[in-house]
T-cell receptor, first 111, second 115 residues
Framework: KQEVTQIPAALSVPEGENLVLNCSFT??????LQWFRQDPGKGLTSLLL?????REQTSGRLNASLDKSSGRSTLYIAASQPGDSATYLC??????????FGAGTILRVKS | EPEVTQTPSHQVTQMGQEVILRCVPI?????FYWYRQILGQKVEFLVS????????KSEIFDDQFSVERPDGSNFTLKIRSTKLEDSAMYFC?????????????FGPGTRLLVL
């Protein structure tokens, strides 16, 4: 059974810092991995999707990498801003069409 | 930009009552999903739906749950007899296809509280 773990559970950084969020999964047989952002009491906003054949994806200040063989992904946020404060969720699609989510990393960027 | 919408945003119901949660997926999408998130817990998959049939469901999706696409735009989740433990945020999602490049787009959620 696929399990997704995210470290750290929470992170507080000063504005302007670069930071890395980690995601690990137990079964390397995945179709893709998605990173989402969730604001308190809100829905999930897709940030980046990495297909199993890809190593990384970039969107603006965000860069996500995937090492499928070791079951790891990282989300790198450059020059963090207070508006980046949210919960970041990692989800893998193991087979079929469901997503399996991690518990998330709560990020707070202090101004 | 097209988005998934859900109604209502909040619903309070008494234990044992039936509830119907509604979703309007993105118009050209063919695959529809329901997930739920109990407060403080992970987002969990409930069911996926394609071509008017359930394509996959989780252990959570028991006989108390059903899904339907009653018309060309709506996708609903019905809980027949709600329990206290059904209290959660319910998210609808949709995707255009099943290729590995396909993103699932999520709606804003319906917060269900069962008293």
């Amino acid at each position: 059974k696929q399990e997704v773990t995210q470290i750290p559970a929470a992170l507080s950084v000063p504005e302007g810092e670069n930071l890395v969020l980690n995601c690990s999964f137990t079964d390397s047989a995945i179709y893709n991995l998605q990173w989402f952002r969730q604001d308190p009491g809100k829905g999930l906003t897709s940030l980046l999707l990495i297909q199993s054949s890809q190593r990384e994806q970039t969107s603006g200040r965000l860069n996500a990498s995937l090492d499928k063989s070791s079951g790891r992904s990282t989300l790198y946020i450059a020059a963090s801003q207070p508006g980046d404060s949210a919960t970041y969720l990692c989800a893998v699609r193991p087979n079929g069409n469901k997503l399996v989510f991690g518990a998330g990393t709560i990020l707070r960027v202090k101004s | 930009e097209p988005e998934v919408t859900q109604t209502p945003s909040h619903q309070v119901t008494q234990m044992g009552q039936e509830v119907i949660l509604r979703c309007v997926p993105i118009s050209n999408h063919l695959y529809f999903y329901w997930y739920r998130q109990i407060l403080g817990q992970k987002v969990e998959f409930l069911v996926s739906f394609y071509n008017n049939e359930i394509s996959e469901k989780s252990e959570i999706f028991d006989d108390q749950f059903s899904v339907e696409r009653p018309d060309g735009s709506n996708f609903t989740l019905k809980i027949r007899s709600t329990k206290l433990e059904d209290s959660a945020m319910y998210f609808c999602a949709s995707s255009e296809g099943l290729a590995s490049s396909e993103t699932q787009y999520f709606g804003p959620g319906t917060r269900l509280l069962v008293l």
